[in-house]
C-alpha cells in the first residue's frame, strides 16, 4: 500500500493552511472571479463571526469565518478571487493549493450571472479538482435587470453539481445555499461533475499516465487533474505535490 | 503499510520520470485551455437567455472614460471638481468648528482655573494639547467630511479602474507594472494603505517600486493642508471670484507633478537600481454599478474620516504637549524651537522655506495632518494668542507677519507633496519588506527628490527676479 489518506491524513494538511480547528467541523472553501460579490456571499453566511490575516508564507489576504446552521457549526475559507486555477499568481497558486491539498468538505464556486461564460472556465477547472462543489449564481438580481435570464436547473444538469442562484447583497438564496452546504458536508449528496473532454492526443496521455498516478496520490487528490498538470508541463505542480508529501513527513 | 516517508522522494522521482516520458507537447497547455473554453461557451450559450438585446451602456460609457483624448481631460475635470467642491464647501463649518472648538478653550482654561491647577500645566493643556486638537478638527474635519465621501462615490461607481486603465500605458512607460497605478490610487486616500496594496503586484521589483514611489501622491492627511495653503496662496491674489478656481486649479496642478514624479522616480529606479522589464497583465473592467448612498456615506466617514481624524488627534495631543514644551523651555533667553529653526534657516532658505516650516515638517513626522498646525503653534509661540478661525487670519500671520511669499506657498505645497513619508507609512514598508535598506531609501529617496525640486524652484525664481 503507497500513499494513501490513513498514511496521510489530512488534518495534517489542513494545518499547513492555518486552519487550527480540528476534529469534526466541516470547511467549507469559497472560490470565484473578483467582481463576483463572493466577498459579499462570505459576509452573508459568517455575518461579523470572522476573522482575517495572511495566507501561510504568502501576502495574501485571508479571510475565515463560522456560522451555524441546524445546529452545526461550519468553518468558511474565502480563497482569493482568481480567474482561473492555473497558478500563474501568487492568488492562484493559494486557491490551487488549498482546493487540492486541504481538501474540504464542500467548495462554493460563487459564478457572477451577468457574465457567466467567463466564470464558468473556473467553474470547470474546480469540477476536474473536487466533485464537491457546488455552484452559486450570485447577482442573479443584477443580470434580471440587465434583461440576463439564468436557467440554473439546466446549469446543474449540465455541470453536474448543485446551483443555487443568490443576491447575497439582499441576503437572497442564502439559506438555501446552506441547506445545500449541509446536505454536501453532509455526505447526503452525491454529484457527477462535468469533465471536460479533451482531444484524442490529450486523452490518450491521460489514459496512460491516470492509473499510474493513482497508485501514488492520496483518493480525495484527482488523478486526472494531476495527470492534466503533468502533461501541460506546470512548472508548480511539483511544488504542490512536494507540499502534499511534505505534509505525510510531519506526521 | 510501506512508511509513508520512505517513500516520499521515490514518489517525487517516479513522477518527475512520467512527466518526461508525458511530456509529448509544447501546444499541450493551450489545447487545454482552448478546450475549457469553448465548454464553458457551449454551456453558457444553453443556459443563458436574453430577453432583449441589451443596449451596452457600459462599453458605451467605457469608450468615453478611456479613450485617448478623452480620458484625460474627463479625469482632471472629475478630479477639480472634487477639489472645488471641497474647498469651496469647507470654509463655512470650518468656521462654525473653530468657533465651538475656540469658546470651548475658554470654558476649559475657567475650568483648570477654578480646579486650581498650577498655570504651567494651564498652558501645556489648554495652549498646548487642546489648541492642537481644536486646529486638526476645524481645519482638517471639514474637507474630510466632503472630499471622502466623493472619493468613495467615483470609487463605488466604478471611475477608479478606468483611471488606472488610463495611467495603465505611462506606468509601462516607466518600466513598471500597470496595477501600480491602483496602488496609487489607493495611496491618495492612506500611503500606507497604498503600500499595502502594492502586494497585488507579483514581480518583487515591480511591486518594491511601486512601494518607494507611493508616498508621491497626496494622501488624505496631505490634502487639507495642500488645500488650505492653496486658499492661502490664492487669498494674496485678492479678487475673490477667482480665489477658488486658482485654489482649485493649484491643487489639481500638484496632484498631476505627484503623478509625474512618480512615474519619473519609477523610471529612474527601473532603469538602475532595480532593473527589470515590465511584466503583462489582466485589469478587468467592473461593470458600472449604482452607488450604495448610505453605505458610501458610512464607510467614508467611519472608515476614513474618522480613522484618519483619530490618528490625527491621538499624534496630535501628545505633540501639541511637547511643542508647547520645546517652545517654552528657554536655552540662553531663546526657546528650543527657536534654537532648531535658526540652525536650520539657512539651509531651509535654499530650498524655499524657513527654519520654522523645515522644523514643522520634521515634528510631523508621526503624521503629516499636524504639520500645519505645528507650523502655526510655531509662529504663535513667540508672540500673542490668536484665533485662527479664517483662512484671511493664516493669510495674515503667514504672508504679513512672517513674510510668505507666493514662492514661500509653492514650495511649502512641493515639500510637503514630495517629502519623507509619515511614521506609519515607513513603518508599514518597513513591515512589508522588512529589511532597513529599503526602509531607509523609502524615506530618501522622496526627501532628496522634495529638496532638488523645492531648491530648483526656489533658484529659478530668484533668478528671475520673481516673488
Known amino acids: 500500500m503507497g500513499l494513501t489518506s490513513n498514511a496521510c491524513g489530512w488534518s495534517a494538511n489542513r494545518e499547513t493552511f492555518g486552519i487550527k480547528r480540528n476534529g469534526s467541523i466541516p470547511v467549507i472553501a469559497l472560490a470565484g472571479n473578483p467582481n463576483t460579490g463572493k466577498t459579499t456571499v462570505f459576509n452573508a453566511l459568517t455575518g461579523l463571526n470572522q476573522h482575517t490575516g495572511n495566507w501561510p508564507g504568502k501576502t495574501v489576504l485571508r479571510a475565515e469565518g463560522c456560522y451555524a446552521f441546524n445546529g452545526r457549526e461550519y468553518l468558511v475559507v474565502d480563497l482569493p478571487g482568481t480567474y482561473s486555477l492555473l497558478a500563474s499568481s501568487a492568488e492562484e497558486q493559494v486557491a490551487r493549493d488549498f482546493l487540492c491539498l486541504a481538501n474540504p468538505d464542500a467548495t462554493v464556486v460563487v459564478v457572477d450571472a451577468t457574465c457567466l461564460e467567463r466564470n464558468l472556465n473556473l467553474v470547470l477547472q474546480v469540477l476536474e479538482i473536487t466533485p464537491r462543489a457546488i455552484v452559486a449564481v450570485n447577482l442573479i438580481d443584477e443580470a434580471a435587470r440587465k434583461n440576463i435570464h439564468i436557467d440554473c436547473r439546466r446549469l446543474a444538469g449540465e455541470l453536474g453539481v448543485p446551483v443555487v442562484a443568490t443576491a447575497a447583497r439582499y441576503g437572497k438564496g442564502i439559506d438555501e445555499l446552506k441547506a445545500v452546504i449541509a446536505e454536501m458536508a453532509g455526505n447526503q449528496l452525491s454529484t457527477s461533475p462535468r469533465l471536460v473532454t479533451y482531444d484524442t492526443s490529450l486523452e490518450r496521455s491521460i489514459r496512460f499516465l491516470e492509473p499510474r498516478l493513482k497508485d501514488i496520490l492520496p483518493p480525495y487528490l484527482s488523478a486526472r487533474w494531476a495527470a492534466l498538470r503533468i502533461l501541460e508541463g506546470d512548472p508548480y505542480i511539483f511544488n504542490t505535490l512536494h507540499h502534499f508529501f511534505e505534509g505525510c513527513g510531519q506526521r | ?467
Not at chain 2, 66 to 85: H, N, V
Not at chain 2, 124 to 152: C, E, H, K, N, Q
Not at chain 2, 250 to 262: E, F
Open chain 2, 1 to 467: 503499510m510501506k512508511a509513508a516517508t520512505a517513500d516520499k522522494e521515490e514518489s517525487l522521482r517516479y513522477l518527475k520520470a512520467l512527466a518526461e516520458a508525458a511530456r509529448l507537447d509544447p501546444a499541450a497547455h493551450d489545447r487545454i485551455v482552448g478546450s475549457i473554453y469553448s465548454e464553458a461557451e457551449r454551456i453558457a450559450g444553453a443556459v443563458v437567455h436574453r430577453t432583449r438585446p441589451k443596449r451596452d451602456w457600459d462599453r458605451r460609457i467605457d469608450d468615453i472614460l478611456t479613450s485617448r483624448w478623452l480620458g484625460f481631460p474627463i479625469m482632471f475635470l472629475l478630479l477639480g471638481a472634487a477639489f472645488w467642491l471641497t474647498i469651496t464647501g469647507a470654509n463655512y463649518p470650518s468656521r462654525l468648528l473653530a468657533a465651538v472648538l475656540f469658546w470651548g478653550q475658554e470654558q476649559l482654561a475657567v475650568l483648570l482655573g477654578w480646579l486650581g491647577a498650577p498655570s504651567w500645566l494651564k498652558e501645556i493643556v489648554v495652549d498646548g494639547m487642546y489648541r492642537s486638537l481644536a486646529w486638526v478638527v476645524s481645519v482638517m474635519l471639514p474637507p474630510m467630511a466632503i472630499f471622502f465621501p466623493i472619493f468613495t462615490l467615483l470609487e463605488d461607481l466604478g471611475y477608479l479602474p478606468r483611471v488606472a486603465f488610463n495611467l495603465d500605458r505611462f506606468f509601462r512607460m516607466a518600466g513598471t507594472h500597470g496595477k501600480q497605478a491602483l496602488t496609487m490610487a489607493m495611496g491618495f486616500g492612506c500611503n500606507a494603505a497604498g503600500v499595502v496594496a502594492c502586494r497585488i503586484i507579483d514581480s518583487p521589483r515591480e511591486r518594491l517600486i511601486a512601494r518607494l514611489t507611493n508616498v508621491f501622491v497626496p494622501c488624505n492627511g496631505r490634502f487639507p493642508t495642500l488645500i488650505t495653503l492653496a486658499a492661502v496662496l490664492a487669498a494674496g491674489l485678492g479678487v475673490s471670484a477667482y480665489q477658488t478656481v486658482f485654489a482649485t486649479a493649484a491643487v489639481a496642478g500638484l496632484v498631476i507633478a505627484g503623478i509625474a514624479v512618480t512615474l519619473f522616480v519609477s523610471w529612474l529606479l527601473s532603469r538602475t537600481l532595480l532593473r527589470g522589464v515590465p511584466s503583462s497583465f489582466t485589469l478587468e473592467l467592473p461593470p458600472y454599478r449604482r452607488p450604495q448612498v448610505v453605505q458610501i456615506l458610512a464607510r467614508s466617514f467611519i472608515d476614513r474620516t474618522l480613522f484618519v481624524l483619530a490618528r490625527a488627534v491621538t499624534v496630535a495631543a501628545p505633540a501639541g504637549a511637547l511643542i508647547w514644551l520645546l517652545a517654552n523651555i528657554d536655552l540662553n533667553g531663546q526657546s528650543i524651537i527657536q534654537h532648531m529653526a535658526t540652525w536650520l534657516d539657512p539651509f531651509a532658505r535654499q530650498i524655499g522655506l524657513d527654519g520654522f516650516i523645515l522644523v514643522a515638517f520634521i515634528l510631523g513626522l508621526p503624521a503629516n495632518e499636524i504639520v500645519l498646525p505645528i507650523l502655526c503653534m510655531c509662529y504663535l509661540s513667540a508672540g500673542s494668542m490668536v484665533e485662527l478661525d479664517s483662512l484671511s487670519a493664516i493669510h495674515r500671520l503667514f504672508v504679513v507677519e512672517h513674510g510668505w511669499t507666493w514662492v514661500t506657498a509653492l514650495c511649502v505645497m512641493l515639500f510637503s507633496l514630495l517629502h519623507f513619508p509619515c511614521g506609519t507609512t515607513l513603518y508599514t514598508i518597513q513591515k512589508e519588506n522588512g529589511n532597513w535598506k529599503w526602509t531607509f531609501l523609502a524615506a530618501a529617496i522622496p526627501t532628496l527628490t522634495a529638496i532638488t525640486v523645492c531648491f530648483t524652484v526656489a533658484r529659478t525664481a530668484r533668478i528671475l527676479g520673481l516673488g
